[in-house]
């Protein structure tokens, strides 16, 4: 297969993230007929508000806020919307902060302060449009009193690197923030929110999304602490931070907000795009271009070299099964795996799971595997990810790579740099976890 396979299953991947084009998705989303703006069914004439605002945080921020700026133009009177670089032109009046992720940062801290601010000027005859997308948690950091930047940013630290799911992770950030997990629903009631969701996590659920700023939230301090539990972490976050859970589970401070709270009656979540729409899109232009098309899973979840084991081991079965025919076929995987990092090397989830895959089918002829982001960055490289085919290892060893001994140190970037097989988008202004290429002869 060669070059041109690597060329194909990098003009899929591309096509799969321009399906989760986030000014689209928000231009679809929003209908406006005169006065009347219809959004997830339910029509709202603008007339009858005093205000519009729009607030907006994560990797999609700014192309959402785009979108939402192309529908209401100058009706909407202000807002702020907070993503990792300067978002592109909004409306006039909305402030475009930019702020760090995934460790969050002092300009993620006054960006959220600007946000609250007009979240806590809102009434009950104004409308508040939200936009939320992954890299929301990071972005939009606003937390509890006592609790410092340094605390923020060693618990993510340690959270990230001990293999936490998404969920998990935004568990613990909930219950460390002023917006999250329902918290920016507290701030803006009594007004009416629509919230327009772009889906970073495995099931859309909108409480995981951004950590839920206008979501009920399900989970408890008592969680929290039986995460730090679990991976044996709780003497490795801050004193503070322990004692702000343990007093959360005590009863010494207010839960967030769950689904009986009335906050939430006023409030519209709706996802308006997701991993499944990126993989209908990678579909489409893999059959267009000559194979037989599978779509496994949105859902792929878990150890990330499992993950690859199990994705090769299927590969290759297809590969030798005369009974599919000679018409070359393609897999398509969504969903987010999990690293645990043992080693100080860079890479992310997508550039391990192609060097564990590249182990599998190692002299394999005829199957090329890529992963990538969605959003262009592989944990904090510049790469989306990889690419490899059953040459990579022999590659690699002529370079002198040891393919395990680099995995063992969590250094997959630095393996597929030094082969020129990673895969650069750089950032796609989009953010619905990854997907996972597989093209078989």
Do not use: W
């Amino acid at each position: 297969m060669g070059e041109k396979s690597f060329q194909e299953v990098e003009a899929i991947f591309r096509d799969g993230v321009a399906a989760v084009d986030p000014v689209k998705l928000v231009m679809d989303a929003l209908n406006l007929a005169g006065s009347v703006l219809t959004f997830g069914g339910e029509r709202y004439d603008l007339h009858t508000f005093r205000k519009i605002f729009l607030l907006g945080a994560g990797k999609a921020a700014g192309p959402m806020a785009e979108g939402a700026g192309a529908v209401l133009g100058c009706r909407i009177a202000g807002g702020v919307i907070i993503s990792p670089s300067l978002p592109a032109a909004s409306p006039v009046m909305v402030l475009r902060r930019a702020a760090s992720h995934p460790i969050p940062d002092e300009n993620g801290i006054r960006a959220a302060e600007e946000l609250i601010s007009i979240a806590r000027s809102t009434g009950p005859d104004d409308l508040v449009i939200v936009l939320l997308s992954g890299g929301g948690s990071a972005l939009l950091s606003a937390p509890e009193a006592g609790i410092s930047l340094e605390d923020l940013r060693g618990v993510t630290e340690t959270l990230l690197k001990c293999g936490v799911t998404i969920g998990e992770l935004n568990a613990i950030r909930k219950h460390l923030s002023l917006v999250k997990g329902g918290g920016l629903a507290r701030l803006l009631y009594p007004a009416r929110v629509i919230t327009l969701i772009l889906s970073d996590v495995v099931g859309d659920d909108a409480t995981v999304i951004a950590s839920g700023p206008t979501a009920p939230d399900p989970t408890t301090f008592r969680d929290c602490l039986e995460i730090l539990n679990r991976y044996k972490i709780r003497e490795r976050v801050s004193f503070r931070i322990r004692e702000h859970l343990e007093q959360g589970m005590g009863g010494m401070i207010p839960e967030t907000p769950d689904g009986s709270d009335p906050i939430f009656q006023k409030i519209r979540n709706i996802v308006i795009g997701n991993n499944r729409v990126a993989l209908m899109g990678a579909a489409e232009k893999a059959r267009d271009s000559g194979y037989k098309t599978i779509i496994l899973s949105d859902r792929v979840t878990g150890d990330t070299r499992r993950s690859a084991e199990l994705h090769c081991a299927l590969a290759m079965e297809l590969s030798g099964a005369s009974r599919y025919g000679k018409k070359p076929i393609c897999l398509l995987s969504g969903g987010e795996t999990t690293v645990l990092v043992k080693g100080s090397g860079r890479g992310g989830r997508n550039t391990e799971f192609v060097l564990a895959s590249a182990r599998e089918i190692a002299g394999k002829q005829g199957i090329t595997i890529l992963s990538g982001g969605t959003d262009g960055i592989d944990s904090e490289t510049p790469a989306a990810g990889a690419i490899c085919d059953g040459t990579t290892l022999a590659r690699g060893e002529e370079f002198g790579l040891d393919a395990a001994e680099v995995l063992e140190r969590n250094d997959s970037y630095t393996y597929f740099q030094t082969l020129d097989d990673l895969l650069i988008t750089g950032p796609t202004g989009t953010n619905v976890m990854d997907l996972r290429i597989i093209l078989v002869e």
